[in-house]
Every structure is written in structure tokens, then in C-alpha cells.
DNA sequence: GCCCTAAATTGAACCGCGTTCAATGAGAGG
DNA sequence: CCTCTCATTGAACGCGGTTCAATTTAGGGC
């Protein structure tokens, strides 16, 4: 057992992805830069190669543990004691206001690149089907004689649209909308649903 | 009057945006590199810098171009004599087939960084506009006695939810959904709005 | 036609950045 | 104490956008 050098590249890599998390989290996916991590943690550049493939992986690891926050928020915030379509219009609200309150890393998520042939990690699509089972309860209670197939395709629609009210809110943010706006017409096309 | 060589340079403007758009379309925004451009275009790498600002405002152009091509799309595929409701799907439908058929182009729209600060061009938000005036008249329609404000809200967010589908979908569309399942679930989702 | 000036054109150089790699160092096992 | 393996180091590579001093080109006045 090597055990003492592996414990330290372990240490450094756990290192590192809280100060990318940082970085990120503050200033933006972009402003993630290998000699600034270097410098940071004490370590010198190629150091970094060691601990971690690349910096996109580095970006995957703090994606994860922002897709677990985000999942949690959601959860959180969403009562289970109120009827179906105020637990969505709650959880469509918990995505926005994650989201507005962590614009960077929640962008981080999508704008990440992915080679075009290879598969998101597997990690990604458990935490979407998770985030997507908790659309599924309440609109099954809605919806008891749809079937299941078009269940499915409903849930990925919904979490998709309000996906989309969010990205393009916070997108223009600076330019006027308040997101008091943004959680009326996720209200407003929510409730039409029903 | 400097005209001959004011004509050059606005040619060879012309030309580097038609290589730029060539170059986005066929391999993506980030396939866009000067050394190309000035190569394919017959100039000196420096020669760029004086017919454009930058490889940024290049992409602006290029966009502004898709822009005006997804509005003439979407317009074409929406018959003026069928019910509202199906002018809405209609539009979603052309909107999703558009992105489909162009989506490296369709990406760069979306995908181009813009300083948190400066907002978005001019010819930007008319075209914005004119897809928001377009799922208007139909959504006016089907809502006769909503609120101005309420309906401006809702268009907005259809067009936002629209995006959303289309964007998720087509982000994996190599990982199996068929674009027959995003028209349908568009169908599904537009449908339940009356 | 000839010069002069202002503009365009050129491509080498600059800079920032991710990643690599030969050289060096350090730790575990014998 | 030696050795072998693995971590560490930071200079160097490759790439790509942008700049700029030098050079060429072209219009306008004589």
C-alpha cells in the first residue's frame, strides 16, 4: 500500500474541486484557469494532472455536487401536505430561485461541453431522474388515467418548458424582468395545465 | 470619395461573414478559427481585424443572419387558416424543426458570450419581437378576456417553454429521443394551454 | 506623369491558456 | 543504505485571438 501518497493526491483533488467550486460559484465557469488552481492550492501546475484528469473533469466533480444541491433545494421547498398542482408550481419555483441565487454554478451545469458522441456521465442522468420522479407524483395525482408512456413525455416537457422560462429570465436579468415576473408565469402556464 | 477601397473592404466583410456562417453551420461556433478565415478567404490573418472588429462580431453577424431565417422558417411553416391552437403547435413544430435542421446554427444564437454588463443588440430583441408577435395573435385568440399584461406574460412563456423542449431534446437527441417524441410532446403540452 | 499622404495589408510577434514531459525528489520495501 | 516506483516540478509546446511596426497600395493635387 502506497497508501501515504495516495491519501495526499486525494487530499489535493478534494482540494481542488472546492477551490473550482469556488471560482466557479463567484466568477463563472470561464474564469476557472489552471495556474490560478495551481497557485491556490499550493501545488505546482502539473501537480493538477495528477490529481485530476483535466480541468473538465474538475468541472464535472463540482457540477455533481451542484446537481445534488439543486435537487435537495427542490425537495426542500416543496411542501408534500398541498395538492398537486401547488407542489409543482412549488417546484418550478425552488428550480427559479435556485437557479437566480446560484447563477454560475447552476450554469455550469449545461454549459459544460461534451464531446457530441459521448453520453452524459451517469451520475447526470440519476440526478435527472430524480428531479424528474419528483414532477412525476404530483402529476400522476393529476393525470390518473394517462398513460404511462405519455406521463413520461409530460413530466420531460414540463421540467424542459420551465427549464426554458428560467434559462431565458435569467439570461436577460440584467435587462429589466424581476423575478417576481418569472415566478408569475411559471405560475401563470403551470396552473393551465391542470 | 475612397471608394474603390471602401468596396474591398466591405467585400471582403461579405466574404469573411459567408465563411464564418459556412464554418458555424457545418462544424459549430467553436470551429470558427482566424487563421481559417483569413486562409479560405485569401487574406492576411491581420487583414480581418480591419474589415471586422472581432471573430465575436463576426458571429453577431452570422446570428443576426439565422435570426432572420428562423423568423421567415417558422412564419412559412404557421398557416393563417387553421384554429389558433394549431397555428401554436404549428409554430413549436417549425420552431423544433428549424433548430433541428440548422443546430449548430441555431446553437450559436444562443451559445455566443456576451459581458454580463452590455445588452443584447438591437436586431436582436426586433427579432425576439417578431417571434413573440407571431404566437400573439393566436394566444390573443384562444385568451380574449386575459389582461394585456397577463398575455404578454404567457407568450413569453410559451416561447420560453417552447425553447426549453427543444433545447433539452436536441442537447441528447444522440442518446435516442426521436424528434417525433419532441413534436409530440410539444403537441401534448400546447394543447392542454386552452 | 509624379509625389505625397492616408489608408489597407502583411505576417511575425505577443499573450493567455491547457496540457505534456524530462528531470528531480521523496517514500516504501528489501 | 540502496533501489525502484510514483509524485512533483515548472519549463516548454501547441494553439488561437489579437496587435502592430513595416510595407504596399491607391487617390488627389500639382
Request: hydrophobic share 45%; proline share 5%.
Amino acid at each position: 500500500m502506497a497508501t501515504a501518497a495516495q491519501t495526499r493526491r486525494a487530499a489535493l483533488r478534494e482540494t481542488l474541486i472546492e477551490i473550482a467550486e469556488r471560482h466557479i460559484t463567484q466568477n463563472g465557469l470561464s474564469s476557472l484557469r489552471a495556474r490560478d488552481l495551481a497557485k491556490e492550492a499550493g501545488c505546482a501546475l502539473g501537480a493538477i494532472y495528477n490529481a485530476v484528469g483535466d480541468l473538465n473533469e474538475l468541472t464535472l466533480e463540482v457540477n455533481a455536487r451542484t446537481f445534488k444541491r439543486l435537487g435537495a433545494y427542490v425537495t426542500q421547498h416543496t411542501p408534500s401536505d398541498i395538492a398537486p398542482i401547488d407542489r409543482i408550481v412549488a417546484m418550478a419555483w425552488a428550480y427559479h430561485h435556485f437557479a437566480a441565487e446560484n447563477h454560475n454554478a447552476w450554469r455550469a451545469l449545461f454549459d459544460i461541453e461534451r464531446a457530441p458522441d459521448e453520453a452524459a456521465p451517469a451520475w447526470y442522468l440519476t440526478e435527472m431522474q430524480g428531479l424528474f420522479a419528483l414532477i412525476h407524483g404530483p402529476l400522476s395525482e393529476l393525470n390518473p388515467d394517462q398513460s404511462p408512456e405519455e406521463l413520461a413525455l409530460l413530466t420531460r416537457a414540463l421540467f424542459s418548458g420551465v427549464h426554458g422560462i428560467v434559462l431565458l429570465s435569467l439570461d436577460q436579468a440584467s435587462a429589466g424582468l424581476p423575478p417576481e415576473e418569472t415566478d408569475r408565469m411559471l405560475d401563470l402556464i403551470l396552473r393551465r395545465l391542470s
